[in-house]
């Protein structure tokens, strides 16, 4: 999804690392930090309950849409013309 993004609305620059707020944000494969502070800057996911991400923990089904959800309708996701 932040690849999508990246194509319609262009690339984006991170400033923090927003991993650091979540209790397990540090078992984060470092491949995959970018694309989940992109995801989580752009309002795209949110994370779970007790401030938990779970970098490690395959998505549901519910949880993929509602990451395509967020990224076609919600008005909290950051748009960002090119």
Same mark, same amino acid.
């Given at each position: 999804?932040?690849?999508?993004?990246?194509?319609?609305? *262009?690339?984006?620059?991170?400033?923090?690392?927003?991993?650091? *707020?979540?209790?397990?944000?540090?078992?984060?494969?470092?491949?995959?930090?970018? *694309?989940?502070?992109?995801?989580?800057?752009?309002?795209?996911?949110?994370?779970?309950?007790?401030?938990?991400? *779970?970098?490690?923990?395959?998505?549901?089904?519910?949880?993929?849409?509602?990451?395509?959800?967020?990224?076609?309708?919600?008005?909290?996701?950051?748009?960002?013309?090119?």
């Amino acid at each position: 999804m932040v690849r999508a993004y990246s194509y319609q609305y *262009g690339a984006m620059s991170l400033q923090n690392d927003l991993l650091v *707020g979540f209790v397990d944000g540090d078992h984060a494969a470092d491949w995959a930090r970018n *694309g989940i502070n992109q995801a989580i800057e752009l309002g795209l996911m949110t994370g779970q309950a007790d401030r938990q991400f *779970g970098p490690r923990i395959q998505a549901n089904r519910a949880e993929t849409a509602q990451v395509i959800y967020n990224y076609l309708y919600s008005p909290t996701v950051k748009r960002i013309k090119k």
